[in-house]
């Protein structure tokens, strides 16, 4: 009673109220000063949520402290689905729970929604948010965003309902292909939309004050393209609208001031959910696949034309679906993603790890071959509007290169001309496509079909030399390559920098950059051995105690750029370490290890587990010096070989070359001495000059002399293979690799008496005979006296010869040489 009576006198029959004295919700002062004392004040407190749910604003942001003192509006709330960054939810909001200040009114029925939640970061920028929502959006291809509702972290976006987004329509709502071509005509309308949209994106916005905004989506999807169906000109039409900007970058420009935000920054990142609208196999990496070939870039390179890629993806699919449905969706799909040149990715372009830039995906040049031929069986006019959007695709909107790719305005009015053309095509039901029809033209159409795929995969392979110059600011003084070929290290005294196929994307004025870099963290200390397959990579530091840094490599090209350690090991007990070898198979480790008293002295071969470096263990001493290491290497993960400098032996003191096999297959260590030969056997000078194994028998080595004395032997005891020796005529030769069948020798060399570099190609003769030479190919601006390592990857198709060279002068040069396999 008491309360009550005090709620009259104090509310209802007073006479000069506050304005803010009846406001909900009610602060506990002024609960206490209507109520008094404690007990009530804490009571109503703790209901009066209930009397005060939270009102929606149109195109504004709403801020509530905690749900403790207020409620939320909605009568009904429903999953509708995650992304990376939020959860959405479908909601009925209240009657007269959402206020737009437009018309000043609120909603006089209950009012259906989508919701989106995110958690905000510290990055998050409310002013920027806030002009966000306030911002001028006119486009009937971009989804409208009705406000903002941020509680505490949690922060919602408030949206219209759609239907579904393209990816369920194409593969669950929709399932069956357009069976008319008004149905196709709608579509490619629809589609003529999102360029529109885009359009709108890079160049349309503006701020509530009139300022211009530039969105960058970065993350264009079918999953991301939201259906509506809308009242258009007094009949129902499909309208697509992209949604979901939680990746995107603005760019806002006021009073002659430019600042780029990140919006993907302002909310916490989840596990990235497997986009249905890619095949059921999802990506390695889990990178999307409609993203461009610059998102491989460490630096930030995506921009306008990084959504024009991933629209013409988009439009890619949507005619696949045009012609066969979901299930040419699925199709094609899996087609980009079993591509032999896609390595496990469904995207719509390919990288080359071996130092190549990243093309169109082939499957994708195949399929539109394919969706080209079929239209034309049906009308040559469709043929003629298929073919005619789907090269500009391939010509002007799939190009690797950013710079090449048309505008959104461009690709939307090349759309309007296909909408046209098929509009003019009439509303005629499609006929049976020639594949489902049995007898003679369902055959003879496969085996056309099957013959376009394999001339499209296999094409033939021309001779080429590509060529890289490294942007160094420094010296570096070596180099290695891992056995694939996919990843090189270069180094200085104090900093390892790592090159792979992403640095073709980081190409400067100067040149290309590395991938990574990983300066020594020891002062004094200097880089002195490397050794690296395309998973591992091992360095070895002199100038202080030993200390060996172990690097995990990801699979693929995309070094990370903050080049990072895995394991860092300390050797105190060892002298310097000389050289070291890392196996193909990233497990087994050697190196040769100085004497600790004189490093003259002979020196010892340690080997053990890369996971387990305090394990590793002295396997033999050696009976020449360490220092005199020319050549450590392992052929196979059981077969080490170690090349020593000629060394004075015998009673003739004649000059040798140490060669020793260590198989740890059979723990045996075999030496094979080669001696000089000729009429300058007296001098060392340029007496060994390369080395290489055979592939299939890895025993077997070759050796040159004096760049042109050619040695091959087994050094296996049960080989009966007989020693070859013979001078290799008119050439002289600096490297040598196998070929894949150890039935002929790559060879980097030159002509006697010529400056020319090339790479040549050497039969390997069963006897000791002359050998024939072939000239592949020329190596421009490469030098005889250059320092250069080298590697040949095998293919299926084809070989590609890569060599790292260090050319003086700060300038470093990466070539790649593909060699068809008929040559």
Not at 471 to 491: L, N, Q, R, Y
Request: proline letters at 5%.
């Amino acid at each position: 009673m008491e309360a009550g009576r005090t709620f009259t006198t104090k509310l209802l029959a007073h006479t000069n109220w506050s304005p803010n004295l009846c406001t909900l919700p009610a602060e506990r002062e002024s609960l206490t000063d209507i109520f008094g004392g404690q007990v009530t004040p804490d009571k109503f407190m703790t209901q009066q949520a209930c009397f005060c749910p939270i009102v929606i604003c149109n195109k504004t942001e709403v801020r509530v402290q905690s749900l403790d003192r207020q409620c939320l509006p909605y009568l009904e709330q429903n999953y509708l689905g995650a992304g990376a960054q939020g959860t959405v939810y479908r909601v009925k909001i209240a009657k007269r729970h959402f206020y737009d200040p437009v018309i000043g009114g609120t909603n006089d029925q209950p009012k259906e929604m989508a919701r989106k939640d995110y958690q905000s970061t510290k990055d998050m920028e409310r002013d920027t948010l806030r002009q966000i929502l306030a911002c001028d959006r006119v486009c009937p291809n971009i989804v409208d965003i009705y406000g903002g509702l941020a509680i505490g972290t949690n922060y919602s976006i408030f949206m219209p309902l759609a239907l579904c987004d393209l990816s369920a329509y194409m593969r669950e709502d929709h399932r069956t292909r357009p069976g008319t071509t008004m149905e196709k005509t709608d579509i490619i309308h629809s589609a003529r939309g999102l360029a529109r949209g885009l359009e709108f994106l890079h160049n349309g916005m503006r701020t509530a004050e009139g300022d211009k905004m530039v969105c960058y989506h970065l993350d264009i999807k079918p999953s991301n393209i939201l259906v509506f169906l809308e009242n258009v000109g007094g009949r129902q039409e499909a309208v697509w609208k992209i949604s979901d900007f939680g990746m995107s970058r603005l760019k806002l420009r006021s009073h002659g001031e430019e600042n780029e935000k990140d919006f993907g920054g302002w909310f916490v990142r989840f596990q990235q959910p497997r986009d249905a609208s890619t095949s059921a196999a999802s990506n390695r990496r889990g990178d999307g696949t409609y993203i461009g070939p610059e998102s491989l870039s460490k630096y930030r390179a995506m921009r306008e034309q990084s959504d024009v890629w991933s629209l013409g993806c988009i439009l890619s699919v949507v005619f696949a679906y045009l012609e066969e449905g979901s299930s040419g969706v699925e199709k094609y799909g899996l087609r980009r993603l079993n591509h032999r040149s896609a390595d496990g990715y469904d995207r719509f372009f390919v990288t080359d790890p071996l130092f190549g830039r990243p093309k169109i995906n082939p499957a994708v040049t195949i399929w539109h071959d394919k969706l080209i031929k079929k239209a034309r069986q049906r009308s040559s006019k469709e043929g003629e509007a298929v073919k005619s959007i789907l090269t500009y695709l391939v010509q002007a909107v799939l190009q690797p290169e950013p710079s090449k790719r048309c505008s959104a305005q461009q690709l939307e009015s090349k759309l309007l001309s296909t909408f046209r053309k098929y509009r003019d095509l009439g509303n005629e039901v499609s006929p049976h496509l020639l594949e489902e029809a049995p007898g003679l033209g369902r055959v003879l159409q496969r085996i056309y079909l099957d013959s376009l795929i394999r001339e499209r995969q296999y094409p033939t392979t021309e001779r080429r030399v590509e060529h890289w110059v490294l942007g160094a600011s420094e010296p570096f003084k070596g180099c290695e390559i891992s056995p694939d070929g996919t990843v090189i290290a270069f180094w200085t005294d104090t900093k390892l920098s790592l090159y792979t196929s992403q640095s073709l994307q980081q190409e400067s004025a100067d040149g290309i950059r590395s991938a990574a870099e990983y300066p020594i963290p020891t002062v004094g200390c200097r880089w002195k051995s490397i050794s690296l397959t395309s998973r591992r990579l091992i360095a070895s530091t002199s100038g202080g105690p030993v200390q060996c840094y172990i690097f995990k490599l990801p699979v693929g090209p995309y070094v990370d750029a903050n080049l990072r350690p895995s394991d860092r090991v300390s050797l105190p007990t060892l002298p310097e370490i000389k050289k070291l070898a890392l196996a193909p198979g990233s497990r087994r480790v050697a190196c040769i290890v100085g004497d600790k008293v004189e490093d003259q002295n002979s020196g010892s071969l340690y080997f053990g587990d890369i996971n387990y470096p305090s394990e590793w263990r002295e396997k033999c001493k050696l009976d020449w010096p360490a220092a005199d290491i020319v050549q450590l290497s392992f052929s196979t993960d059981d077969d080490l070989y170690m090349v020593f400098r000629p060394q004075r032996s015998g009673p003739n003191h004649k000059h040798e070359i140490p060669v020793i096999h260590v198989s740890f297959r059979s723990n045996q260590m075999c030496p094979l001495i080669i001696e000089s030969q000729g009429l300058d056997s007296s001098s060392t000078v340029g007496l060994f000059t390369t080395f290489a194994t055979f592939l299939q028998k890895p025993h077997v080595c070759v050796l040159v002399t004096r760049e042109k004395q050619l040695h091959i032997q087994s050094l296996a005891q049960e080989d009966l293979l007989p020693s070859i020796q013979y001078d290799i005529k008119n050439y002289r030769v600096i490297k040598l690799m196998m070929a894949k069948n150890d039935d002929k020798l790559f060879a980097v060399g030159r002509r006697a008496a010529h400056h020319t570099m090339l790479l040549l190609e050497i039969a390997i003769p069963p006897q000791a005979t002359r050998s024939s030479v072939t000239e592949l190919a020329e190596i421009p601006g490469l030098k005889y006296s250059d320092e250069f390592a080298e590697r040949i990857v095998h293919g299926e198709e084809e070989s590609v010869v890569i060599l790292a060279v260090l050319m003086g002068a700060n300038q470093c040069r990466i070539y790649k040489i593909t060699v068809p396999r008929s040559m």
